[in-house]
DNA sequence: ATAACGCGTAAGGCTACGCTTACGTGTTAG
DNA sequence: CTAACACGTAAGCGTAGCCTTACGCGTTAT
């Protein structure tokens, strides 16, 4: 059993990266994403479940439908993940990347 | 064809991100780095390959040696990648994501 | 020249992954 | 009650990914 793969890893494929950054624009069903989408509805669903798993997203019922949101709690859990890689990846390179972080809200 | 694969992509791999990581640290010959690693000696020069046609890391001939060094071009360029995800994913939510980003050098 | 070292790469196997089609379940509409 | 809708899930397939072993090449040492 694959057994909380790694932020990385849920990230990894196109479809589902697209799928959350959506998301995070804006709640959608499983329909309403797979309609933009250039794989069919199935293939969204086990994206979304992949997300679910991963603690990145919720799904709410709506009647028929089934709405999924972005969880803040696993954005900031990403967060920090990055945070934590950029942080250890850097720490003995105080070199040239000047770039200094964005502010976030 | 496995052409320009994405960033998200090459890290997800846990020993490739753990190479990148401590190459980031200090240079290292490939054998160097097999000896702790829980994988042979070929195994690390094809992720060094994956690493390597990414942008991420140079390699420098050094005698019989090979040294891979992190290519800080590659590094920003992560960094601005990482920034455009991060960016498109929290525009619509400038929410409760607290944790202001940290420091960099 | 020969041997030993450090490394890249080819070949093959195994598993994980992403996709599709088919089907089952819960919900709203008529 | 029945039909239609939105969705999850099982089953199966093809491919990509990561690993190993085997081999070959350039470099340093004897």
Known sequence: MTYAKSSWAVLADPTRRTIFERLAAYPSAVGELASDLPVSRPAVSQHLKVLKDAGLVI???????????????GLAALRAELDRFWNNTLAAYKSVVEQPPREIS
Request: proline share 7%; aromatic share 6%; no cysteine.
């Open 59 to 73: 799904d709410i019922r709506a009647g028929k439908q089934r709405i999924y949101h972005v969880d803040p709690d």
